[in-house]
Every structure is written in C-alpha cells, then in structure tokens.
C-alpha cells in the first residue's frame, strides 16, 4: 500500500522517532500523544485493521503484545501499568488505515473508555 502513512514509516520514507525495531514489527512515538508515553507499535506487513486479520497474518499480533512489554519495562512503566489500545474501523475510531496498537503508559487511564 504506497499511500499508507505507516507503511512509509516502516519504510523510513518519512521520519518518525523509532523506539523499537525488528524483522516483523517497529515502534514509533506517536505524534499527538495523549499521555507521558505514547507508542505506536504496528506489523511492518500492512494489514488495515484488526477485521484484516487472518489464521495466516495475526501471529504478529503475539509479537506485537511481546513488543509492548518489552517497551513498557524499557521505559520504567510496566510496574505501574498502562493501557494498550486498537481502534478499529468508523466506531473504534480507527483514522489510520494500518493496524497499530497505542501503547500509553505514565499516568492513570480512566474506564469505560469515552
Ligand atoms: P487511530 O486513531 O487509532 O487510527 O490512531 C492513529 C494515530 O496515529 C493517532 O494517535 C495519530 O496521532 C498518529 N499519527 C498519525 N500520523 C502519524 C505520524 N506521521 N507519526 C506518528 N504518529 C502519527
Ligand atoms: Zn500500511
């Protein structure tokens, strides 16, 4: 998908500030955080939303939830604990058409989510 903004970051055809990378995935801090760490991890592959996922992608998803504890002790948050969010299509509030999980942590998160 060329015109996939989180494709040319895992391309490095624009500029993010890379936290984290490997063969299957890569984080990055999201440009309009909404709390003291705000991190994106996405699969380097595109899929566009979690309804994209099938038996033969979503072992990245593991990865992913791997990815994010291992960022989470990295940056001193995993003790007081954070939240990690996908939001999915019109009604999850999905505005990236790439799946990416934000990972927030650093300060206290309120429930049921607005
Ligand atoms: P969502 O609303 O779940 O699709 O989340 C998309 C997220 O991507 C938002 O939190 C945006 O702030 C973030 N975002 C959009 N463009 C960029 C970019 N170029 N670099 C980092 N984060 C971005
Ligand atoms: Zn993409």
């Known amino acids: 998908m060329n015109d996939c ?22 984080a990055f801090k999201d440009l309009s955080p909404t709390a003291p760490h705000h991190i994106l991890v996405i699969p380097k592959q595109h899929i566009s939303s979690a309804n994209d996922l099938t038996e033969d992608n979503a072992e990245v998803v593991s990865h992913i939830f791997l990815t994010v504890a291992k960022l989470a002790k990295k940056f001193g948050f995993a003790q007081n604990g954070y939240r990690v969010v996908n939001n999915c299509g019109k009604d999850g509030g999905q505005t990236v058409q790439h799946l990416h999980f934000h990972l927030l942590g650093g300060r206290e998160f309120g429930w049921p989510a607005g």
């Open 5 to 26: 903004i989180f494709c040319k970051i895992a391309n490095k055809e624009i500029p993010s500030e890379i936290v984290y990378e490997d063969d299957l995935v890569i």
